[in-house]
């Protein structure tokens, strides 16, 4: 049998080749679209067929011929709208429609029961089938850069779900979804290890639980709400609006509908996530993190950046396996006697870096850049694998010198703060890079020693010492103060990044960039042995030695 097209001849006797695959490449002088005619559809024994990166504007309905079809791959083509005919293809098992102007499924399409894969990224979907429910062999499931306001609820049968990506739609309510969906029963998703929910326009997670019978039985029945899914390895909340994570949610959100012991009852501890990885709600407005994240004992990449926190609670010393916790760009501050009486204040006022926080012998990298903090705590020198310390853009005065005691430390960044010297025990570090100015060209400076006039003890200091105050730096520290956090606060870029971190963010970036941006940061790549961070400057191999013989 000959199928013909385009300046091919290809050969393919369907009776004896039972696995074919044919994977077409985008040519511009010899186009796909031709192929797609009445002979390529008599290949009953095709099995995986790859068409993406062309210009198909069309799927015939003949693609229902396909029945031992396993994997089909159209993305990134101009197709409008699936056939009706689809259903037919039972074997179906993998499936990527994404990149292509739909704006509907078929309503035949929830029979293809066995999918397993399935991947609708940039189709401008404006809803899910309401059956979707009967796709019960999902494990991976794509939806990011939609349309979607609104979840179905069978959402809740697919019992085998472990990755959901939900990234960029137009979901306004969070604990809709979360309650109302994942909920209709204590074993809705048992073995979700991923959720994605990067880029939703939720205002809060306290929206009011909507008044339909059915989900308020729901609610009265299963309250729990992300502690439901125990097997969560990764949970992605990042750049939305939220200004609180569970349990404080349970602030009376829809007193008309439930009492309030109901109410409180909704919400499930953030800490049942016994599981948890990675947690990541950096560019939110939380204002407080609740201290059950102590629950998280698997955590061991927190993420905060760019909130409104203005302390981390004591509870942080219990992640154990902690290796990654950025808090930069919060508002982080130390309380002093001066504001007011003790006794009057929140404990969780009293230091924004809980003593605590030495107990995370695991953590490797710390960032506390552009926050208010005027002190270190002294623990911090319990915290024995840290490798890089970045407290860039604060007002601390000194240094403790416990810091001497993170033996693993290489790059210390104290940049823009008021530093009148710096201990003389940091000549016992292996440092690879100290920065004390944002103009300073070079990793490494040499240092002299003298007494200090108030202490009589020893310290370090350089042309760089005392640090002056930056008018930069003064104003983004009185701007903070205002309680509209904006762009210009929030986009400062941060001089240590992550490795493979992108150094800026464009509205306009590709669904697919994006997918691959959240990919690059997905466990265990972001795991303490294979996450580096590294400096935008050259030459970082100086070592501290020039110190050291002091």
């Given at each position: 049998?000959?199928?013909?097209?385009?300046?091919?001849?290809?050969?393919?006797?369907?009776?004896?080749?039972?696995?074919?695959?044919?994977?077409?490449?985008?040519?511009?002088?010899?186009?796909?679209?031709?192929?797609?005619?009445?002979?390529?559809?008599?290949?009953?024994?095709?099995?995986?067929?790859?068409?993406?990166?062309?210009?198909?504007?069309?799927?015939?309905?003949?693609?229902a011929n396909f029945m031992q079809l396993v994997e089909l791959d159209i993305s990134r083509n101009d197709i409008p709208e699936i056939p009706e005919s689809i259903k037919f293809c039972k074997s179906l098992e993998i499936a990527d429609f994404s990149g292509n102007p739909l704006s509907r499924l078929p309503e035949g399409f929830t029979q293809l029961r066995s999918l397993g894969h399935l991947a609708l990224n940039d189709v401008s979907l404006q809803s899910l089938p309401t059956d979707i429910g009967n796709l019960a062999n999902l494990v991976t499931l794509e939806l990011r850069e939609n349309l979607l306001k609104t979840l179905p609820t069978s959402l809740s049968f697919l019992v085998k779900l472990e990755q959901l990506d939900l990234g960029g739609n137009d979901l306004e309510v969070l604990v809709a979804f979360v309650s109302g969906v994942l909920l209709a029963s204590h074993t809705a998703c048992p073995v979700l290890s991923r959720l994605w929910a990067e880029w939703y326009i939720c205002s809060t997670l306290e929206q009011p639980v909507p008044a339909r019978a059915d989900v308020l039985t729901v609610l009265s029945l299963q309250p729990d709400t992300l502690g439901a899914l125990p097997n969560l390895r990764e949970l992605w909340l990042d750049r939305n609006q939220?200004?609180?994570?569970p349990p404080h949610t349970a602030t009376p959100a829809c007193p008309a509908l439930l009492p309030e012991p109901w109410?409180?009852?909704?919400?499930?501890?953030?800490?049942?996530?016994?599981?948890?990885?990675?947690?990541?709600?950096?560019?939110?407005?939380l204002e407080q993190l609740p201290n059950e994240v102590s629950g998280l004992v698997a955590l061991t990449d927190l993420l905060l950046s760019q909130n409104l926190l203005e302390c981390i609670p004591d509870g942080i010393g219990q992640l154990k396996q902690l290796s990654i916790l950025k808090v930069d760009q919060n508002r982080l501050t130390d309380m002093t006697e001066s504001i007011?009486?003790?006794?009057?204040?929140?404990?969780?006022?009293?230091?924004?870096?809980?003593?605590?926080?030495?107990?995370?012998?695991?953590?490797?990298?710390?960032?506390?850049?552009?926050?208010?903090?005027?002190?270190l705590p002294a623990e911090i020198g319990g915290c024995a694998n840290l490798s890089v310390l970045s407290l860039r853009d604060n007002r601390l005065a000194l240094?403790?010198?416990?810091?001497?005691?993170?033996?693993?430390?290489?790059?210390?960044?104290?940049?823009?703060?008021?530093?009148?010297?710096?201990?003389?025990?940091?000549?016992?570090?292996?440092?690879k890079a100290l920065w004390l100015a944002e103009n300073q060209?070079?990793?490494?400076?040499?240092?002299?020693?003298?007494?200090?006039?108030?202490?009589?003890?020893?310290?370090?200091?350089?042309?760089?010492?005392p640090q002056q105050p930056s008018p930069s730096l003064e104003n983004?520290?009185?701007n903070s103060v205002d309680d509209s956090w904006t762009d210009t606060n929030l986009n400062r870029v941060s001089v240590i990044q992550f490795l493979d971190e992108p150094k800026g963010d464009d509205d306009e970036e590709s669904g697919a960039e994006r997918r691959k941006h959240r990919d690059k940061l997905s466990y265990p790549k972001m795991g303490a042995t294979v996450v580096s961070m590294f400096y935008t400057a050259v030459g970082m191999s100086q070592d501290f030695d020039s110190l050291k013989a002091l």
């Open positions: 049998m000959g199928v013909v097209g385009a300046g091919r001849d290809l050969r393919v006797d369907a009776q004896t080749s039972p696995e074919m695959t044919w994977v077409f490449p985008r040519s511009a002088a010899d186009p796909i679209v031709s192929l797609l005619s009445q002979p390529f559809f008599r290949l009953l024994n095709l099995r995986k067929l790859g068409l993406s990166d062309n210009e198909i504007q069309r799927l015939p309905p003949e693609v939220l200004s609180s994570l109410i409180s009852s909704l919400i499930q501890e953030l800490g049942n996530l016994r599981r948890l990885v990675c947690l990541d709600v950096s560019e939110n407005k007011g009486d003790w006794g009057s204040l929140s404990p969780r006022l009293r230091a924004a870096l809980p003593k605590s926080l030495g107990k995370l012998a695991k953590l490797t990298n710390l960032n506390v850049d552009r926050n208010r903090l005027t002190a240094l403790p010198p416990e810091l001497a005691n993170t033996t693993e430390l290489h790059v210390l960044d104290v940049a823009g703060n008021r530093l009148q010297n710096l201990p003389f025990a940091l000549t016992n570090l292996n440092l060209s070079q990793p490494m400076l040499k240092f002299q020693t003298e007494d200090d006039e108030k202490t009589g003890e020893k310290v370090l200091t350089c042309y760089l010492l983004l520290l009185q």
